[in-house]
């Protein structure tokens, strides 16, 4: 099992980029997947997912209404549109699944204390 993300990099305040976590030796469709991010000397947090079988999403407050994730199963990737970004979302990136859940579960979530299965992270620095 892999999650290989990407994407990242240097990005002023206000613009965009998008993230990618291709995904392999498991079948994207059957399961849900979160992106999580870890600042420097910060606790790793979920930032959004988004459910196998129904699309449903989830963001935290912190960046709704600016990021939208989104999958294609037919290229085995979940994306990570981020729009309007700020100093504050400076962080490593990352993409995660819980492959302990049932399949096609229909819902998702961003809690950290589950036994997820993560791939690399991609940073996303943002200036001033």
């Known amino acids: 099992v892999q999650l290989q993300a990407s994407g990242g990099g240097l990005v002023q305040a206000g613009g965009s980029l998008r993230l990618s976590c291709a995904v392999s030796g498991f079948t994207l469709e059957d399961y849900s997947v979160t992106w999580f991010r870890q600042a420097p000397g910060k606790e790793r947090e979920g930032v959004s997912c988004?459910?196998?079988?129904?699309?449903?999403?989830y963001y935290a407050d912190s960046v709704k209404g600016r990021f939208t994730i989104s999958r294609d199963n037919a290229k085995n990737t979940v994306y990570l549109q981020m729009n309007a970004v700020k100093p504050e979302d400076t962080a490593d990136y990352y993409c995660?699944?819980?492959?302990?859940?049932?399949?096609?579960?229909?819902?998702?979530?961003?809690?950290?204390?589950?036994?997820?299965?993560w791939g690399q992270g991609t940073l996303v620095t943002v200036s001033s």
């Open positions: 988004i459910a196998s079988s129904t699309g449903i999403t």
């Open positions: 995660a699944v819980d492959l302990t859940k049932q399949k096609y579960w229909m819902s998702c979530t961003l809690r950290l204390a589950q036994p997820w299965t």
